[in-house]
DNA sequence: TATTGTTATACTCTATAACTATA
DNA sequence: TATAGTTATAGAGTATAACAATA
C-alpha cells in the first residue's frame, strides 16, 4: 500500500502552510452534501428572517399545511424530530397563532394539528420565498442540473 | 392565485391523515442535501466507531494529515469552526496522541499542528474506511452518478 | 493596532428517562 | 401491555466577549 508523493518535506524552509489542501475531503459525498446544505440554510435564515422561521419551524409548518390533522407522532417520524423536542416548537408556533391542537377524531390521546388562517396565509408567502432563495443558491446550475442534483440526492437518503 | 386541488375535507369521515404528504419540501434542495447528508454521517457514525472518530474530529485530522503544520486559525477556516470551539477537540485529540502541536517557524503566536506517527497510521486505515463506507451509502448510485452528485454539491456551495 | 490562541460562558440542538392518559 | 403527548434534564454543537502573547 504505497503512499503517493512523499510530503512537502516540513524540514525545508517551506512556509509552514500557505494554501490549504482539502483535496481528500472533497473526494467525500458526506462532506459535499453538508457543505453544500450549510450553503443553503445560510441563504435559508437570512431570507426567511422576515416570517421568523428557522427550517425546522419550515418543515413543520409545511408538512402540517399539506396534511392537515397530522399527529405530532406522524410529524416526527416523517421530519426525524425527536417527541420531547416538536413540544416545544408546536407551543411557540401555537403562541404565535400559526397552528393549533385540535382533538384528534378517532384516538382520545393525540392531537391533530392544523394551520389557522394566518399560518395558512403566510406558509403560501413562506413556501413562495423558499423556493425563490433556492433558486437563486443554485444560480449556477442549470434547470436540468438541478433537478439531477434533487433526484440524485434522493436516490442516497430514501429507504428503497 | 388558485389553491390547487381541494385539500381532503377533514369534516368527513375521513380517517385524519393516512400517509405523510411531503412532495413540497421533496422539491427544495436545502431539505434534500441535509436529508442525504444526515444520512451519510448516520453510516459514518457506525463504521468509524472503532476509531473513536466523528465526522469533525476525522475532519481535522485528515486537514492536519495532508497539511502538516497548518495553523489553528487556518483549519478554523478551511472547516468553518469556530476557534474557541477547535481548542477542546485538538486538546483531546492532543491527549489521544494522534496530533501535536510544535511552535510555527515564522510565527511566535502560532501554533503548528502535525500528526504523531500513530496519527498517520490510523488515518491511513480512517480515510481508506470513510471512502469505502461511502461507496456504500451510495450503491444506488453508479459510479457516474455519484461524480455527477459529487461535483454539483461542490458548484452549490463553492466561492466561485 | 491587529492577530493567534485561549478561557469563560451562553445559547441552541439533540438525546434519554419517566410520567399521564388513553388504547 | 403498548402508544401519544408531555416534562425534566443531560449532553453536543455553536455562538460571542474578552484576555495574554506576539506581530
New interface residues.
Given amino acids: ?1 504505497p ?1 503517493p508523493p512523499s ?2 518535506s ?1 524540514s525545508t524552509s517551506a ?3 500557505e494554501t ?22 445560510d441563504v ?1 435564515l437570512e431570507r426567511m428572517a422576515p416570517y421568523q422561521l428557522k ?1 425546522v419551524d419550515f ?1 413543520v409548518l ?2 402540517v399545511a ?6 405530532s407522532r ?1 410529524l416526527c ?2 421530519l ?1 424530530i425527536l417527541p420531547p423536542n416538536l413540544v416545544g416548537m408546536v407551543n411557540a408556533l401555537e403562541k404565535r397563532e400559526l397552528i393549533l391542537r385540535e382533538p ?3 384516538d382520545g390521546r393525540a392531537m ?1 394539528l ?1 394551520l389557522t388562517g394566518a399560518g395558512q396565509k403566510m406558509m ?1 408567502d413562506a ?1 413562495q420565498t ?2 425563490a432563495l ?1 433558486a437563486d ?2 444560480s ?2 442549470s434547470p436540468t ?2 433537478r ?3 433526484s ?6 430514501r429507504p428503497a
Same sequence: chains 1, 2.
Fill in positions: 500500500m503512499r510530503p512537502p516540513r512556509p509552514a502552510v490549504v489542501d482539502t483535496s481528500f475531503l472533497e473526494t467525500l459525498l458526506g462532506y459535499n452534501a453538508r457543505r453544500a446544505a450549510l450553503a443553503v440554510i435559508f427550517p418543515s409545511s408538512v399539506h396534511n392537515p390533522g397530522i399527529t406522524q417520524t416523517t426525524g384528534h377524531p378517532r391533530g392544523h403560501r413556501e423558499a423556493a433556492e443558491v443554485a449556477r446550475l442540473e438541478l439531477t442534483l434533487i440524485l440526492l434522493k436516490k442516497v437518503y
